[in-house]
């Protein structure tokens, strides 16, 4: 910013000290040259200073009150007009500087009567002038239009600063108002980015601590009768613990604020991190790869995000802790969108992880994938407590399927199952525009889920 403009802000937020001493000036020079002219004339009337004094004094507030102010102008200058001396002084340009002033700041009803008031004002000084004569009529025409032309000029230079004025007002108030949408947005995206690490978070940590307390749970009570057993539990529990770890790295790798190999590392890359160790079974290992770090010359396991496909490693993950699970796949499996495929799975894994803390010893669980036309249904029943269980009194693995799932236009149903234990039911469209939707709709998925019921007492 200039000292110009420093200058012009300060003056604009301190109007009135400004206005008033610009006014004391006009006074001390407007004033004496107006009784000076009037004392040339021969015809100084009683009182013709202080017209002049009054006529300039309003302008102090000409901007915080241009209304007031103009209309004390014109009253003091009609005054002048009819009582005082037929010769114009040099503060009647207080007229004018009232009007250029009501029209930049005043409302636009004020500057429409202001400017009529100093057209009559001009028809009635050149009256006044040619001495309400009808022999010099021509004489006061050409006063008329003359001032007429000035006071329309200073009313168009008036309307022009104007509009120079309200559109710098609707400049910056749009620049506010897209400030605080922009800082609105940044709140709502980092909330929304906060939930989702808070969901992949509790997955993670939920799933993998249940597999790992229910494995040392059993491999504790088997460790004098069935040392094998316990040994296999903690190879599970060092395997998932391995894969919790890698997930960890991964998700945590996002959250970086520098690149990998450190500030000024030469040949770093902006990204995710995955784990050095191998990813467990569930965790995407048949597509993993190695890849050199070029910042620190180690070898780095690239991983991708779990997918619907991964559900039936899943369980057998489960499945190797003692549960027992079934696994039914409904359908042609087919390629999802990444979100897609990591919900479905996601919401797998969750449900899962409720069976193991929540369905009590020994429960029978069963896992149904179907593939639909226009979406992919998930099933997850176990015949445990159900509705008895004790739970934590959060719901966040529910509340957080419900969330993966309407991101993606789905729903997810969870509650006891008749005959005992408990069911979650997810379905999630694979393409939301042809979601079939209405009373035809309500009819489809009822006989959808008949069918499902079907396949799954089967299995």
Do not use: C
């Not at 997918?307 to 490693?313: L, P, Q």
């Not at 069963?366 to 249904?377: E, F, G, H, Q």
């Amino acid at each position: 910013m200039t000292a110009w403009e420093r200058l012009l802000r300060w003056a604009d937020a301190h109007r009135f000290a400004v206005d008033a001493a610009a006014t004391a000036v006009a006074l001390l020079v407007l004033v004496p040259a107006s009784a000076f002219t009037l004392g040339l004339d021969f015809s100084t009337g009683t009182g013709a200073g202080w017209l002049s004094f009054a006529l300039v004094v309003p302008l102090a507030w000409r901007r915080v009150a241009p209304v007031w102010s103009a209309a004390t102008v014109y009253t003091v200058g009609l005054l002048q007009v009819l009582g005082g001396s037929h010769v114009p002084t040099v503060a009647d340009v207080a007229v004018l500087a009232a009007l250029y002033s009501v029209t930049v700041h005043g409302p636009r009803w004020a500057y429409r009567v202001a400017v009529l008031g100093a057209l009559a004002g001009s028809g009635l000084l050149a009256l006044r002038l040619a001495g309400w004569s009808p022999y010099r009529a021509a004489d006061a025409t050409a006063v008329a239009i003359f001032l007429g032309v000035l006071t329309l000029g200073v009313w168009s230079f008036g309307l022009a600063r104007r509009a120079r004025r309200e559109t710098i007002e609707a400049l910056v108030d749009r620049a506010e108002r897209a400030e605080v949408e922009r800082d609105q947005q940044h709140r709502i995206a980092t909330a929304a980015e906060r939930a989702r690490i808070a969901r992949e978070m509790h997955d993670i940590v939920a799933h993998s601590l249940t597999v790992m307390v229910a494995q040392a749970d059993g491999g504790r009570y088997a460790a004098d009768a069935d040392p094998a057993a316990a040994t296999r539990a903690l190879g599970t529990i060092a395997e998932t613990g391995r894969a919790a770890l890698s997930d960890m790295r991964r998700l945590l790798g996002v959250l970086r604020t520098e690149p990998v190999g450190g500030p000024g590392a030469p040949g770093t890359r902006l990204g995710p991190i995955a784990s050095p160790v191998p990813p467990a079974p569930g965790h995407g290992a048949a597509a993993a790869r190695t890849e050199p770090s070029t910042a620190t010359g180690a070898t780095q396991t690239l991983a991708p995000q779990p997918a619907a496909g991964d559900v039936a490693t899943l369980v057998e993950q489960v499945r190797s802790s003692g549960l027992r699970i079934s696994f039914v796949q409904v359908g042609e499996p087919r390629h999802l969108p990444p979100g897609t495929g990591l919900t479905v799975y996601r919401i797998a894994q969750e449900a899962l992880t409720n069976v193991l803390k929540h369905a009590g010893p020994d429960p029978g669980v069963t896992v149904l994938l179907a593939w639909r036309r226009d979406a992919i249904a998930l099933d997850v029943d176990d015949d445990g407590r159900g509705a008895s269980a004790d739970g934590d009194g959060l719901g966040q693995g529910l509340l957080g399927m419900r969330e993966r799932a309407a991101m993606f236009g789905g729903t997810v149903a969870a509650g006891p199952r008749p005959g005992g234990g408990f069911r979650v039911r997810a379905r999630i469209p694979t393409s939301i525009a042809s979601t079939p939707t209405g009373p035809d709709a309500a009819g489809e998925t009822d006989g959808e889920t008949d069918s499902d019921t079907d396949t799954e007492d089967d299995a």
